[in-house]
């Protein structure tokens, strides 16, 4: 949205030609939205052609769109600062949507609050300080369900379902947990207003490798327990492994969006976002 007329120049100040434009994408190809627009008809959640940022006068997203349907597991990778916390906050009202429409079910949702969005039924887990460290798992848990009270006993017990662990130690205090285990009582906090759509930001991130798996694992689970899930994640691979479709997010665009399956396997999408690590499986 920015309104930039200045003349493009490449990085020793001369002028691009067209053949050049044309040819400077810096990886991101010139999306066709017909598909997206067609597919999310009936999608439980849109995002479509979002313009956001924490500044008046600079974009971080800059067209960004995104849908899930019922029940699917969606997954956002991306370099650092491509945007991906950026989309889901805004889809969660903390930063601000310019341009572009975001709906639940068909209805707009653009720039709802949190004490709009929860009852709606969207939960949301920050990338950081999703815990109150001072609180017992307990206590986080009754956080979850500040809206609806009466229905703790019964959310409790779905949720201690999935985190049976959080059952065991609800008296301890969530500051002295495992970083694992804070990303399980953060979830199980989102879940306690059985949200229909879940929120993620990168709950694999800053864990041990086993507590990495465990992470994925559960959240497959809270995807087969039918809640449909957006997920962030820095550790792409594993992402897109599980989820049902994936979005490469990049300068705050859709960059390539597909299968999870063709995603991990396109050659494109390994190059550019999945890295060495990538290339020698
Ligand atoms: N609170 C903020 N105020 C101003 N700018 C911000 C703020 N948060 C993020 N940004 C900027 O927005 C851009 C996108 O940040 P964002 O956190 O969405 O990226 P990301 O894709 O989630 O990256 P990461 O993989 O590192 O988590 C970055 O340039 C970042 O510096
Ligand atoms: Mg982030």
Redesign the pocket.
């Known amino acids: 949205m920015t309104d930039d007329k200045s003349t493009p120049v490449d990085d020793t100040g001369e002028e691009l030609t067209q053949a050049e434009l044309e040819d400077d994408t810096a990886g991101i190809q010139q999306i066709d939205r017909s598909e997206h627009v067609e597919q999310s008809k009936d999608a439980l959640v849109v995002v479509d052609e979002i313009y956001a ?3 008046p006068e ?1 974009d ?1 997203l800059h067209g960004a769109d995104l849908y899930a349907k019922e029940g699917e597991l969606i997954g956002i990778i ?12 805004s889809m969660f009202g903390m ?1 601000r949507v310019r341009q572009g429409a975001i709906r639940l079910r068909g209805e707009q949702i653009t720039n709802l609050k949190a004490h709009s969005l929860v009852p709606r039924g969207v939960g949301y887990v920050p ?1 950081t300080n999703n815990v109150f460290g001072q609180l017992t798992i307990e206590e986080n848990l009754e956080m979850g369900t500040y809206l609806k009270p009466k229905k703790f006993a019964e959310r409790f017990g779905f949720v201690t379902d999935l985190f049976p662990v959080l059952a065991k130690q609800r008296k301890q205090r969530a500051g002295s947990l495992s970083g694992g285990e804070r990303q399980m009582v953060a979830m199980a906090r989102a879940l306690m207003m059985n949200p229909s759509v879940l929120l993620l ?2 709950p694999s ?1 800053g864990l041990s490798p086993m507590m990495q798996d465990e992470v994925f694992y559960q959240t497959k689970q809270i995807n087969s327990a039918g809640v449909t899930v957006v997920m ?1 994640e ?1 550790n792409a691979r594993r992402c897109l492994q599980i989820c049902d479709r994936g979005y490469v ?1 990049d300068q ?1 665009r859709n960059a390539y969006t597909a299968s999870g399956a063709d995603l991990v396997n396109d050659p494109k999408v390994i190059e550019l976002y999945l890295g060495t690590l990538a290339k020698a499986r």
């Open positions: 940022g924490y500044s600079v971080i991306g370099p650092n600062g491509a945007g991906k916390s950026t989309l889901l906050k930063v990338q930001d990168e991130a962030v820095q997010l705050g």
